[in-house]
């Protein structure tokens, strides 16, 4: 006698108990069973059962799908193969998609808000997006990979949005040197992606004898007049988020995290961790309306810090304005055959260990290459002493992630400046991907149909074989491997 497995949520059918709950007497095989009859657990009827074997019991134990967002989830605890509503794995995933690149948005809408710059556009697309992935509002895979790359483009419009807010506010970026190493006096450490509130904690700390120093995604303030003018905002300490525990242990100042990217505390730095906007953590004050009266009172009642100077100092803030003032001599440098490529090699830096790939890659490029870089990846090779290509530097540090959007205005510039499509550009994406504004950047660059990316540490894990197909059939998207041989391959 035959068992039967409902694919939906793996209840199997036992021919030799029946389902007496629901008048099947034992013995009563699975064909014999009433047309009417419903999935005990999950309520779905016999065309949603296979026969068990084997191979089906190996394929039960993997998850293909998660969705408990209804009270019709298989089980009571999750649909993990199939929707009891019919949803397919691939939507599913598809749904998830979407929301992470929803997330990302709100991510850079959020900090643009914070300095009073809003688009209704945006909002309206992702009221859109969060309907979307309710319970039976839309099983079309195709649509979703459509809304996903309409959330790149809202994507886009957002971080413009958000670089008019900085500027605006700011000024335009300028190339700035960032020493790494500590003043002597009191000290604040700022994490996060803020600027708004850097800019309110730098404004009440004036003439205190408190130093600020930023950390990780705050690094690119340095870049900015209206924040570089603060004679306090003396330098960089530690790396990418993923160091907090150790750069927060070593030095025993007050320190604010303004952003995601905050990790849960160890409990010697605890009481000297502040959060602010979204960032919450259980036991940590949490600073309302920028006021940073806690955070001050904190780190002056600390002890100082001496005068050490770090072994490297850092450069960030290329804008826009200042690559494109080089445009003729980048022109005539590749017309020369003195810059053979350009890499944008960006985005999150991760614990993961392959993501010691990234600076490998870097290190081991030829000479006659440039590398534009932003966000937090940058710290796994920004100490590289990498030198310039006739004045023209070969290390640019474009700033936060939400600074994608000036490579994306430098490589349009680039296309028109050598009149050549932007797939036809000597031009290379290295990606490295954490969370989800990561997410959001990604759809955003295959919006403007840009081919042929090198991902990385991972291929996303809600990314199923169809996702990733789809992503390497049209899009050419290519797992990082090794360093070397992704060199020369793209080398040629
Ligand atoms: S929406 Fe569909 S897939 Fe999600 S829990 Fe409900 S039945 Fe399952
Ligand atoms: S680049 Fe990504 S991982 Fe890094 S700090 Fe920014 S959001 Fe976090």
């Not at 309520?43 to 998660?66: A, C, R, W």
């Not at 309110?200 to 600020?212: A, D, F, P, R, V």
């Given at each position: 006698?035959?068992?039967?497995?409902?694919?939906?949520?793996?209840?199997?059918?036992?021919?030799?108990?029946?389902?007496?709950?629901?008048?099947?007497?034992?013995?009563?095989?699975?064909?014999?069973?009433?047309?009417?009859?419903?999935?005990?657990?999950?309520?779905?009827?016999?065309?949603?059962?296979?026969?068990?074997?084997?191979?089906?019991?190996?394929?039960?134990?993997?998850?293909?799908?998660?969705?408990?967002?209804?009270?019709?989830?298989?089980?009571?605890?999750?649909?993990?193969?199939?929707?009891?509503?019919?949803?397919?794995?691939?939507?599913?995933?598809?749904?998830?998609?979407?929301?992470?690149?929803?997330?990302?948005?709100?991510?850079?809408?959020?900090?643009?808000?914070?300095?009073?710059?809003?688009?209704?556009?945006?909002?309206?697309?992702?009221?859109?997006?969060?309907?979307?992935?309710?319970?039976?509002?839309?099983?079309?895979?195709?649509?979703?990979?459509?809304?996903?790359?309409?959330?790149?483009?809202?994507?886009?419009?957002?971080?413009?949005?958000?670089?008019?807010?900085?500027?605006?506010?700011?000024?335009?970026?300028?190339?700035?040197?960032?020493?790494?190493?500590t003043k002597k006096g009191h000290g604040?450490?700022?994490?996060?992606?803020?600027?708004?509130?850097?800019?309110?904690?730098?404004?009440?700390?004036?003439?205190?004898?408190?130093?600020?120093?930023?950390?990780?995604?705050?690094?690119?303030?340095?870049?900015?007049?209206?924040?570089?003018?603060?004679?306090?905002?003396?330098?960089?300490?530690?790396?990418a988020w993923f160091d907090q525990k150790?750069?927060?242990?070593?030095?025993?100042?007050?320190?604010?995290?303004?952003?995601?990217?905050?990790?849960?505390?160890?409990?010697?730095?605890?009481?000297?961790?502040?959060?602010?906007?979204?960032?919450?953590?259980?036991?940590?004050?949490?600073?309302?309306?920028?006021?940073?009266?806690?955070?001050?009172?904190?780190?002056?009642?600390?002890?100082?810090?001496?005068?050490?100077?770090?072994?490297?100092?850092?450069?960030?803030?290329?804008?826009?304005?200042?690559?494109?003032?080089?445009?003729?001599?980048?022109?005539?440098?590749?017309?020369?055959?003195?810059?053979?490529?350009?890499?944008?090699?960006?985005?999150?830096?991760?614990?993961?260990?392959?993501?010691?790939?990234?600076?490998?890659?870097?290190?081991?490029?030829?000479?006659?290459?440039?590398?534009?870089?932003?966000?937090?990846?940058?710290?796994?090779?920004?100490?590289?002493?990498?030198?310039?290509?006739?004045?023209?530097?070969?290390?640019?540090?474009?700033?936060?992630?939400?600074?994608?959007?000036?490579?994306?205005?430098?490589?349009?510039?680039?296309?028109?400046?050598?009149?050549?499509?932007?797939?036809?550009?000597?031009?290379?994406?290295?990606?490295?991907?954490?969370?989800?504004?990561?997410?959001?950047?990604?759809?955003?660059?295959?919006?403007?149909?840009?081919?042929?990316?090198?991902?990385?540490?991972?291929?996303?894990?809600?990314?199923?074989?169809?996702?990733?197909?789809?992503?390497?059939?049209?899009?050419?998207?290519?797992?990082?491997?090794?360093?070397?041989?992704?060199?020369?391959?793209?080398?040629?």
């Open positions: 006698m035959k068992k039967y497995r409902c694919i939906v949520c793996d209840y199997v059918y036992d021919p030799v108990k029946g389902d007496p709950d629901n008048g099947i007497k034992p013995g009563t095989e699975f064909k014999d069973l009433p047309d009417d009859w419903l999935c005990p657990l999950c309520g779905v009827g016999k065309d949603q059962f296979v026969p068990l074997d084997e191979k089906s019991e190996e394929t039960n134990k993997e998850i293909d799908m998660f969705c408990y967002q209804c009270s019709q989830t298989a089980k009571g605890t999750g649909c993990t193969v199939k929707g009891v509503c019919g949803k397919e794995p691939t939507v599913a995933r598809l749904q998830d998609n979407l929301l992470f690149a929803i997330k990302g948005i709100s991510a850079y809408l959020y900090h643009a808000r914070e300095l009073g710059y809003t688009d209704p556009e945006v909002d309206a697309f992702i009221e859109k997006g969060f309907y979307t992935t309710l319970t039976n509002v839309n099983f079309d895979a195709m649509d979703l990979v459509k809304l996903a790359l309409e959330a790149g483009e809202m994507n886009i419009k957002t971080m413009q949005l958000l670089k008019k807010a900085h500027i605006d506010n700011y000024g335009e970026p300028v190339p700035t040197e960032v020493p790494t190493g604040i450490i700022v994490t996060g992606h803020s600027l708004k509130a850097l800019e309110e904690l730098l404004k009440q700390t004036e003439g205190k004898g408190i130093n600020i120093y930023t950390h990780s995604e705050t690094m690119p303030a340095h870049g900015y007049p209206g924040l570089h003018k603060y004679p306090h905002l003396v330098g960089q300490l530690g790396k150790e750069t927060f242990s070593k030095y025993p100042v007050a320190i604010l995290a303004t952003s995601n990217c905050v990790l849960l505390p160890k409990d010697e730095y605890k009481d000297r961790l502040f959060t602010s906007g979204v960032a919450q953590v259980p036991d940590v004050i949490h600073i309302e309306d920028y006021d940073f009266t806690p955070v001050i009172e904190k780190a002056l009642s600390l002890p100082e810090l001496p005068e050490e100077p770090g072994k490297i100092v850092l450069t960030t803030g290329f804008g826009a304005s200042t690559i494109l003032s080089l445009k003729d001599k980048i022109k005539e440098l590749v017309k020369a055959g003195k810059i053979k490529r350009f890499f944008l090699v960006g985005g999150c830096d991760s614990p993961l260990p392959m993501a010691k790939y990234y600076r490998e890659f870097v290190e081991k490029l030829p000479e006659d290459t440039i590398v534009l870089t932003l966000a937090c990846g940058k710290y796994r090779f920004n100490d590289l002493q990498l030198g310039d290509i006739e004045g023209i530097p070969r290390l640019i540090d474009l700033g936060q992630c939400n600074d994608a959007i000036v490579g994306i205005d430098i490589v349009a510039a680039l296309s028109e400046l050598f009149g050549l499509e932007i797939n036809d550009l000597p031009l290379t994406f290295i990606l490295s991907w954490m969370e989800q504004k990561a997410a959001a950047i990604l759809w955003s660059l295959l919006y403007l149909n840009i081919k042929d990316m090198y991902l990385g540490p991972i291929i996303p894990g809600w990314a199923n074989d169809d996702i990733v197909n789809y992503l390497v059939e049209n899009y050419g998207i290519t797992p990082i491997g090794d360093p070397e041989e992704d060199i020369k391959k793209i080398m040629g």
